[in-house]
Nanobody, 128 residues
Framework: QVQLVESGGGLVQAGGSLRLSCEAS????????TGWFRQAPGKKREFVSA????????YYADSVKGRFTISRDNAKNTVYLEMDSLKPEDTAVYSC?????????????????????WGQGTQVTVSS
């Protein structure tokens, strides 16, 4: 059974940076795409970023484009989310998720449907 574990969250001042990690274990060899979502208190979970198995395609929400960078190291079964120029509105629980990289993924990557496994999440708090 696939298990995803996030780490790297914390408290940071506005304008600061954090790097989140998502480590996967228990997966048999397949092409998996990975996404990051976040949920702020009282709000729906929203898409942040996603990356294909080979790392060649990367997707970002408009709200984080130019500030966040997603990457992966398949040798370490880990996906990273580098977050720079953080704003108070970035405060949320950040969760990673992955799913088989089927043709539907390229269309629906912003939605939760393509993702079959989810991590527990890591809290990111940005103070003003």
């Amino acid at each position: 059974q696939v298990q995803l574990v996030e780490s790297g969250g914390g408290l940071v001042q506005a304008g600061g940076s954090l790097r989140l990690s998502c480590e996967a274990s228990g997966r048999t060899f397949s092409r998996y795409a990975t996404g990051w979502f976040r949920q702020a208190p009282g709000k729906k979970r929203e898409f942040v970023s996603a990356i294909t198995w080979n790392g060649l395609r990367k997707y970002y929400a408009d709200s984080v484009k130019g500030r966040f960078t997603i990457s992966r190291d398949n040798a370490k079964n880990t996906v990273y989310l580098e977050m720079d120029s953080l704003k108070p509105e970035d405060t949320a629980v950040y969760s990673c998720a992955d799913g088989l990289e089927t043709p539907d993924f390229y269309v629906y990557y912003r939605e939760e449907g393509p993702y079959g496994a989810w991590g527990q999440g890591t809290q990111v708090t940005v103070s003003s």
